[in-house]
């Protein structure tokens, strides 16, 4: 069973910064945390920060020089550090993860945590 739990959000001024966490508290096997996307109020969700190919990042262009997503693959976490954080910043910032099982894709979201930046 897979239960994402993201943790780290919170109030923060223009300029500061936050670090969010994710982890897995379930005992599913072979979990690759691998993303970060926000939602932001009548928003569509949109993809955050990434891990593409191996150790190779991708960031959405609002955040790059900003934001960095980083792992601990003993523990199993994913990171993401936001630096000089905008209001435009402020949203519901979901992880997410996939495993594969017989051959087939299944991907997981955590319940979100929410930044607010204030100006």
């Known amino acids: 069973q897979v239960q994402l739990v993201e943790s780290g959000g919170g109030l923060v001024q223009a300029g500061g910064s936050l670090r969010l966490s994710c982890a897995d508290s379930?005992?599913?096997?072979?979990?690759?945390?691998r993303a970060w996307y926000r939602q932001a109020p009548g928003k569509p969700r949109d993809l955050v920060a990434e891990f593409t190919s191996g150790d190779n990042t991708n960031y959405a262009d609002s955040v790059k020089g900003r934001f960095t997503i980083s792992r601990d693959k003993v523990k199993n976490l994913v990171y993401l550090q936001m630096n000089r954080v905008k209001p435009e910043d402020t949203a519901v910032y979901y992880c997410t993860g996939n495993r594969w099982v017989a051959g087939k894709r299944f991907d997981y979201w955590g319940q979100g945590t929410q930044v607010t930046v204030s100006s």
């Open positions: 379930g005992t599913a096997a072979d979990l690759n945390l």
